[in-house]
């Protein structure tokens, strides 16, 4: 008996069934017969990968934590495995304390500072590049099981292979923007800080997505405007992450602290937005037009995904609830956004945007990959 079992087109595909004869089955075995060996394995594939994206979830909220607390210039050397065990001794606490002593953040910011004070910092900091290795090991030594078993077929094994090298970059990523404050500057580039959360998304968006490819048996009967469209607020979302990045970077968010207004205006005078040489650094070196342009991109997402929930509830089959929900979340999102800024900036608070931004990316992903899953038979 030929079982055609729809894997996603990522998982083995062809499994074979034998009926072999018998008289009786034990419990046991009735109990296993109902769980085909494909099923098993996609099983055990998308509980490790749900596992790899809640230790990304938790390495980018530690991370925010660490920006937020000015935490991430305490370790200022990469050791990627010797630097997986902390400070064992009171001495070698003092010998991290005399290297984050030579850097101008210390001198310019945190003069005086104390050893306990120092501690903190370096925790969280040490905690966020835990979190990092444990993310590699925890994809790495599964994967290379499952395709030792050959578990994972081609068009899965590509897309895995993919992620865990954006996810290796993202390391070397990770030293990159750490190393821009080291020298010169009491902070790190925004330009890196930005790309370095971006990538985060991009690879926790690559495993949502690829969850949903697992599962997704058939389409939603949705036109090709609105997988589209889709598409774009995943996008479009994104780019709204890297440009909270951006005013995170410069601290903008302490800098204008009124809505709707910004600067005195809804739209701020021209010379006050483009007066950096060449014109370009406007968008990335000045705080206010860097602050501007994701209130405008926060407008523009809200009227996107509220005119494609329109179209969806309208139009596609089953009418797809994750569109309404993503119209909620980008409510909220907005309102926890204004918040943040109003009230400058609170751990909380900005903690609670950043986690939302992680659950409106999920969603959208889930949202496109649902719309667009191609049509399967049962």
């Known amino acids: 008996m ?69 935490s991430g ?3 200022v050397e990469w050791k990627p495995v010797t630097g997986t065990l902390p400070p064992l001794s009171q001495d070698a606490w003092q010998a991290e304390f005399e290297k984050y002593r030579t850097i101008p953040q210390y001198r310019e910011l945190n003069r005086g500072m104390s ?12 905690g966020h590049r835990l979190l990092g290795r444990l993310i590699g090991a925890v994809f790495l030594l599964p994967f290379l099981y499952f395709l030792w078993r050959g578990w994972i077929g081609q068009g899965l094994r590509a897309r895995l292979w993919v992620i865990f090298g954006l996810g290796a970059a993202q ?32 690879i926790y968006a690559a495993i949502v997505w690829t969850l949903q490819r697992l599962w997704t048996l058939e389409n939603a009967g949705a036109f090709s405007r609105q997988r589209a469209m889709a598409i774009v607020i995943v996008v479009l979302v994104l780019a709204q992450i890297y440009l909270g990045a951006l005013v995170a970077g410069l601290d903008a968010g ?7 207004e910004i600067d005195g205006a809804f739209i701020p005078a021209s010379e006050r937005l483009w007066f950096e040489t060449p014109w370009w650094r406007n968008l990335f070196e000045n705080a206010l037009m860097v602050q501007f ?39 909220i999102q907005a ?22 931004a992680v659950v409106l990316l999920t969603i959208a992903v889930l949202h496109a990959g649902r719309l667009a899953a191609k049509q399967r038979r049962r």
Not at 115 to 126: G, R, S, V
Not at 254 to 260: A, G, S, V
Not at 311 to 323: I, Y
Request: proline residues 3%.
């Open 293 to 331: 342009n994701h209130r405008m991109m926060a407008y523009l997402l809200a009227i996107v995904v509220i005119v494609h929930a329109v179209d969806v509830l309208r139009k596609v089959d089953h009418h797809d609830a994750m569109a309404g929900a993503l119209a909620a979340l980008v409510g």
């Open 335 to 356: 309102a926890l956004g204004i918040l943040t800024l109003v009230y400058q900036v609170p751990i909380a608070l900005a903690l609670a945007h950043q986690a939302m």
């Open 73 to 75: 210039l305490s370790i």
């Open 171 to 202: 390391g070397a990523v990770g030293w990159w923007m750490v190393s821009s404050g080291l020298s010169e500057r009491v902070s790190v580039s925004q330009y890196r800080l930005a790309f370095h959360l971006t990538l985060a998304c991009v």
């Open 254 to 260: 302490l800098t204008f602290n009124t809505w709707p």
């Open 2 to 70: 030929s079982l055609d079992l729809p894997i996603a087109g990522a998982l083995r595909a062809d499994y074979t069934v034998r009926a072999i004869p018998c008289k009786a089955q034990s419990p046991m075995a009735k109990k296993s017969a109902r769980v085909s060996p494909a099923g098993r394995e996609r099983r055990v594939i998308t509980l490790w990968l749900l596992v790899v994206a809640a230790l990304v979830v938790a390495t980018l909220l530690v991370g925010g934590a660490t920006r937020l607390t000015e």
């Open 115 to 126: 050893l306990d004070q120092f501690k903190t910092i370096y925790w969280w900091e040490w």
